[in-house]
């Protein structure tokens, strides 16, 4: 027997196809692994493995989901998902909208806006219009999206 019928014999050692091994070929592979070091240690290696496979060496991780849904169902019966502690409250969500608002508006009264007006005339309008457009429309998706529950119950929705 050579090494490489060695170590096919030492793999099917766990097929199930080959459950009962014949006396001769165990006895061949005896010998062979008497004499052979490297296969003696090929076989040592494979039995280590196989150990290691049959033992649950990865302790068992504590069960992540349940814990967090667990935590999520709670925090909505308490009513606490929707306003985080630290966020803002309403009163300051429309304080900032009403400073957004004036310091936006405030541009048309800069100096440099009239300059800038004139030589770009009126297409400079539209950009600029587009921009607080987008950035009113965007603080209010952003304030009703934050604040659903409230406003749901304020208005009865
Ligand atoms: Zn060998």
Same mark, same amino acid.
């Given at each position: 027997m050579n090494?490489?019928?060695?170590?096919?014999?030492?793999?099917?050692?766990?097929?199930?196809?080959?459950k009962e091994p014949g006396i001769l070929r165990r006895f061949s592979l005896a010998?062979?692994?008497l004499f052979c070091s490297r296969c003696a240690v090929r076989l040592e290696h494979y039995e280590e493995a196989r150990f290691l496979l049959g033992t649950s060496f990865f302790p068992p991780s504590p069960d992540f989901e349940s814990a967090l849904m667990s935590r999520i169902c709670s925090e909505e019966e308490a009513g606490q998902i929707f306003d985080t502690?630290?966020?803002?409250?309403?009163?300051?969500?429309?304080?900032?909208?009403?400073?957004? #608002?004036l310091s936006?508006?405030?541009?048309?009264?800069?100096?440099?806006?009239?300059?800038? %007006? *004139?030589?770009? =005339? &009126?297409?400079? #309008?539209?950009p600029l219009g587009i921009t607080i457009g987008i950035f009113?429309?965007?603080?209010? %998706? *952003?304030?009703? =999206? &934050?604040?659903?529950?409230e406003l749901s119950e304020r208005f009865k929705l």
């Amino acid at each position: 027997m050579n090494c490489k019928n060695a170590a096919d014999r030492i793999y099917e050692i766990d097929d199930p196809a080959l459950k009962e091994p014949g006396i001769l070929r165990r006895f061949s592979l005896a010998l062979h692994i008497l004499f052979c070091s490297r296969c003696a240690v090929r076989l040592e290696h494979y039995e280590e493995a196989r150990f290691l496979l049959g033992t649950s060496f990865f302790p068992p991780s504590p069960d992540f989901e349940s814990a967090l849904m667990s935590r999520i169902c709670s925090e909505e019966e308490a009513g606490q998902i929707f306003d985080t502690p630290g966020g803002f409250s309403t009163k300051g969500w429309v304080i900032v909208g009403l400073i957004v #608002l004036l310091s936006l508006s405030s541009l048309f009264f800069g100096k440099d806006f009239a300059s800038v %007006a *004139l030589d770009q =005339g &009126s297409s400079f #309008l539209l950009p600029l219009g587009i921009t607080i457009g987008i950035f009113l429309t965007g603080y209010g %998706a *952003l304030f009703i =999206g &934050s604040h659903l529950k409230e406003l749901s119950e304020r208005f009865k929705l």
